[in-house]
Structures are given as C-alpha cells and as structure tokens.
C-alpha cells in the first residue's frame, strides 16, 4: 500500500515518514491490520479508547440511540441524551453547567471564550492570561496561543495573543529537588498575577503532548489557591486526564481543586465518536443572562450535543462507574514492570500516574525531533505493539481492558527496544 491520492494525515511529514499501516479491524487491545498482523494499541488511539476497541456495551448504544434520534439542532431543541449526560457530569464534577462542542481545543476554545466574556459582561477589563511552560491545549488558535510556543506553532506566531508563563515543575522517581522548582513556579506565578488576570490554565496532574509531565498534587492546589486568592478563573484542561486515566475519575478530584471551568474530550465517549464538553460554575453561567443581547455567549457548532455522542458518553461512563477498580488500580499495574524497566541505563525519569507510565530515553537531546522515538516505535512494531513516542519520551496510556499478559509484551517489546538503541 502507498500513500492515498487523497489523504492528508496529522502531523505526518510525507517526504520522511513511513507509508501509514492500513486497518481493517479491531477488538479489545488490539488493531487488527489488512495483511493479518495484530497490533496491542498501547496508546490507545491517541489517547481515547478508554475500554477497548469495538466495546460492545458502547456499540449497542449507539445503535439504539441511531434508530430514534441521530442529530437535532440544539439551539433551538433538546432531548433526553443530551440532558441526562449534563445531569451525571455535573454531578461527578460539582461543575453544574455543561456547554457542548466537538472536540478538545473547542473545548478549550469555549472556556477561554467564557472567562473572557464573563469578566466583560461584568464590566471588569481583565487582560491577562497565565498559563505553563510545556503546556499543549490543542491546535486551534485561541488553543494554541495558551500552548507553549514551538516548531508547531511557529508559522502561526503573529496570529497567537500574548500570555504570561510560568514553570512547570515536573518531576520523576528520585526527584530530590521538586520542591524547590515548586517554590519557584511558585514565586513566579505571585508575580504573574499582581496583573490583574482572567484566567489562569493548567492541565492538572500532567501535561501530555510535551511529554508526559508530571507535577504532585500539592502543586496544583497551591496554584488553585493562589488563583482564588488573586481573583481569577481556574481553568482546568482535563481533556486527556479526565474519565479515569490519572487512577481517578477527574485529575482535579485527585488533585482536592475546584476549577471554575473544565475542558473534557478524549474518553468522553471511550474512543467512538468525537464530542467535546465545557463544564462551568453556576457563578460564571449566571452571568451570560439578562436582557441585554451583549450579554449571550455567541457560540456553537452543527453537530452540538450530537445525540449519538451523548448515548456513547453515558454508556462509557455507565462501565467505569461499575468498575472504578479497573482505572483505580492500573498503577499498580505498571509499577513493577516499570521498576524493572528503569534499572537499564538507556532509561531516565521515570514516572507513573494511573494508566500512564512514561520515561525519557537517555540519548542525544531531549525534545520531539529526536529520532529515537521511531527508532523505538519500528522496534516495537516489529514486536506487535503499537507506540508513538513523543520524540525521546516513552511512554504507555492502554486501554482499560488489556490483560496481564499483553501488559507484559508491551514491557518486552520496550526492553528489547532499548538494547538496540545506538
């Protein structure tokens, strides 16, 4: 198979990268690809197949919910789906108003959308945005103007707004100096928000696209405090730690913050249909009412609450409420294997959270260009497990359904990788 006539992949340079691997099936764990080979999806789809491929409790719901209502618009409509999954969300989140769009910079784009709004339906001039070093909010403008500045983002530099930065305090088995980089980040962001500040941003917990970065929970509380005390909105991007992925159901809850407003996409509807949701404190909803048609929040998409996404989310969320051990102990899962894994000297900063065990492979520079991610990724392919490294950042985010033994090959397959790295 070449490359499709008319195709256009992500992210994928034509002229340098392989020919893409064509897919006919899948079932649990595993890709299934046209010449017969199975693959472990180890990072499940790019983060969002949360039970399993073809997970038939999500697949029946689907289908009933097709025969009765596919799409309405919702401007002017609503219906049972739609309303449901806002009353179980609000409930798991303690956020009471859900906003719909399609995916997770839109999410994103809808809570920077309301916190700016909100403090000029006030009547305040709150200028100021403060987000961290590293972070990744997606690839739409408003989105990728909160994202740390880079190769991705450079053709679009004179489109992006200005925001203020502070460290992200990342840190790894052993860390002996995170408290001090916390003390640090710390410092900055009292001074970031001496400005008077909309809002403030963070993925809680971890920050993934820029590598699987990890900060302790205390951190994001003293940053949640800090953001009170000073006035502004929290805004919490949990679209890839939500539903499950940090050992929690929200990467907040785990972390004791409230935000005022939370981004979620990804495993919203476990991997099957593309929806994004912007849950928002009653404070925030109240003040986009009134008489004075300023004050709306001029914002939608087509497909909003599209009622066939709603009846995937509530059947997803219907199978990790009966079964919270499954994400509660998948830490415990990885840890020994990763323990073991770390001992080779190929291997650095070692971290773990929930689904997600993540190190940086010791060799050459750090960062997204360098080649020993797909040298890895042939390696494990070849080895029936699907990886996309994050350049020298390594890591695995399974579905909720993989067993012990196909855990076990992903290890392998990464063991094996590392002893061929030059």
Same mark, same amino acid.
């Given at each position: ?41 180890? &990072? ?64 994103? #784009? ?68 995170? #408290? ?221 359904? &993989? ?20």
């Amino acid at each position: 198979m070449g490359w499709h006539p008319h195709l256009w992949h992500p992210t994928t340079q034509v002229a340098t990268s392989p020919q893409p691997l064509r897919v006919r099936g899948a079932q649990g764990c595993e890709l299934e690809l046209d010449d017969g080979r199975r693959l472990i999806d180890a &990072i499940s789809s790019w983060w969002v197949t949360l039970h399993g491929h073809s997970e038939p409790a999500i697949a029946a719901a689907i289908a009933r919910q097709a025969q009765r209502l596919e799409q309405v618009i919702f401007a002017n409509f609503s219906h049972e789906p739609a309303e449901t999954l806002a009353t179980r969300l609000s409930a798991l989140t303690g956020l009471p108003r859900l906003f719909f769009s399609d995916n997770g910079s839109t999410a994103v #784009e809808v809570a920077l959308k309301i916190a700016w709004q909100w403090w000029a339906n006030q009547g305040e001039s709150r200028q100021r945005l403060i987000a961290f070093d590293g972070a990744y909010h997606g690839d739409t403008v408003g989105a990728m103007a909160l994202g740390e500045r880079s190769l991705f983002t450079a053709p679009f530099q004179r489109l992006l707004f200005d925001v203020a930065r502070v460290p992200w305090p990342h840190t790894h088995w052993g860390d002996n100096v995170v #408290e001090s980089a916390e003390q640090q980040a710390l410092d900055q962001l009292d001074i970031a928000l001496q400005t008077p500040t909309a809002a403030v941003i963070l993925e809680p917990l971890l920050q993934g696209a820029s590598g699987m970065r990890l900060v302790r929970p205390a951190f994001v509380r003293a940053v949640a405090e800090r953001t009170r005390a000073a006035g502004a909105l929290l805004i919490a991007d949990e679209v890839m730690t939500g539903f499950g992925r940090t050992g929690c159901l929200f990467a907040c809850q785990k972390a004791g913050v409230q935000p005022d407003l939370m981004a979620l996409s990804k495993g919203l509807t476990g991997g099957f249909l593309p929806m994004g949701v912007t849950m928002a404190s009653e404070r925030l909803y109240q003040g986009f009412i009134g008489r004075d048609p300023a004050l709306t929040f001029f914002h939608g998409h087509s497909f909003t609450a599209n009622p066939l996404g709603c009846a995937a989310a509530l059947a997803s969320l219907d199978l990790l409420q009966a079964d919270p051990e499954r994400f509660q102990q998948f830490e415990a899962r990885h840890r020994p294997w990763l323990e073991q894994l770390a001992q080779h000297p190929r291997v650095g900063r070692p971290r773990c959270l929930g689904t997600i065990a993540a190190f940086d492979v010791v060799a050459g520079a750090s960062g997204y260009l360098n080649p020993v991610g797909k040298q890895i990724q042939r390696t494990c392919l070849d080895r029936g497990v699907y990886l996309r490294p994050l350049g020298n950042t390594v890591y695995l985010l399974p579905p909720l359904c &993989i067993s012990e033994l196909q855990l076990q090959q992903c290890y392998d397959a990464l063991a094996i990788a590392l002893e061929q790295v030059g």
